[in-house]
Structure formats: C-alpha cells, structure tokens
C-alpha cells in the first residue's frame, strides 16, 4: 500500500536487514534453549512474525493483548490484559515482542505482570524504541531502531486502527494525512 502523504522513516528494505540482525543476536543469545516469543497484540504482529523467520533456534509463539492504559492510569501505569497467553510460562525462556517503547509504561508493567508467572527468563525485544518519551525508566534488551519524538504509522504500527499495512514506517507530516 502506498500513501502519498506519509514520509519515509524507515523503508522496507531497512527494516528487513535490521530484523535480520536482531534474529541474528537473539538466536546467538539462546543458542542451546528453546525461546518463546510473546506477541504484543495488534502492533507486533509484522515485527514478531518477521523476528520468528529470522531466529535460528527453536521457538514458540504466544499473544497478548493490552488496553492503553486511559488519561486515568496514565500516572500509574496500569494496563489491563485483554487476552491473556494460552500457555503457563512458567520456567520458560521468555521474549515478549513489541512493536514501540514510547513512555515505557506498557511494558513496564507487562514485564512485572510476566515475572510473578516466574519465567526462568524474561527479555523484551522492541523495533522502535522512543527514548525521549519516558515516563518510568524501561530500558529493552533488544532494539531495532531509536525514533525521534514523532507518531509514527506502517509494519503494524496504527493510527486509530489505520495504516498497519504500510510495508514502511512513516511519520505523519501533517494533518491531510489522516
Ligand atoms: P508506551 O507509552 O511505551 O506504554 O506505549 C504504549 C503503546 O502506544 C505502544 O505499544 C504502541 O502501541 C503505542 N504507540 C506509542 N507510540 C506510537 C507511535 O508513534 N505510533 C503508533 N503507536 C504508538
Ligand atoms: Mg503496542
């Protein structure tokens, strides 16, 4: 899908060699374990499916889905799980997948929520990573690429639903484009 009035972050192709040396450096990691990857839903799906083709050792996949936290909780940092993991990940090698850390509060507490199932590991693997925009100090083990403060849309990123298709990752220069 192309859009006209979206502009280029990162293309495609660099995504794709990016990816690749992500998968490269976590098959590294686990060499000799078994991973489950844990799909952040809906963002992560581009990036996690791309990752799972790109590791090397053997893997399983699970999902869960959060709610944003409102302007309520946005202080706290309470997400709500939507739908929960199918699996128990207890004394498993555990990498939740997302898409973008922005104000770290996301995956600050899914992290805390997955430790207490007593893993016997838990990483967290982001494409983007927005430092600029923490609230809570979360600093990802694996990521892709750090953005600057803009909204970004493509390989699964949204707006308001919209815009996951774009094989790129694009900022939204101005306000003709949603
Ligand atoms: P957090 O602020 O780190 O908790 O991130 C919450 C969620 O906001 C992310 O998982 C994304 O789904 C979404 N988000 C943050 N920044 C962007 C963006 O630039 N584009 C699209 N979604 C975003
Ligand atoms: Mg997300």
Redesign the pocket.
Known sequence: MSNPKCEVLLSATQIAQRVKEMGEEISRDYAGKKLLLIC?L???IIFASDLMRSLTIPVEIDFIA?S??GADTSSS?V?RILKDLDQSIQGKDVLIV????????????LRDTLLRRQPRSIRVATL?D?PS???VD?DPDYRGFV?PD????GYG???NQRYRNLADIC?IPDDNFR
């Open positions: 952040v809906k963002g992560a959060v944003s936290y940092g997400v997302e898409d973008i850390v922005d104000t770290g509060l996301t995956l600050n507490y983007l927005k925009r923490r609230k979360f953005i803009h909204f970004v849309v990123l949204d707006w900022f």
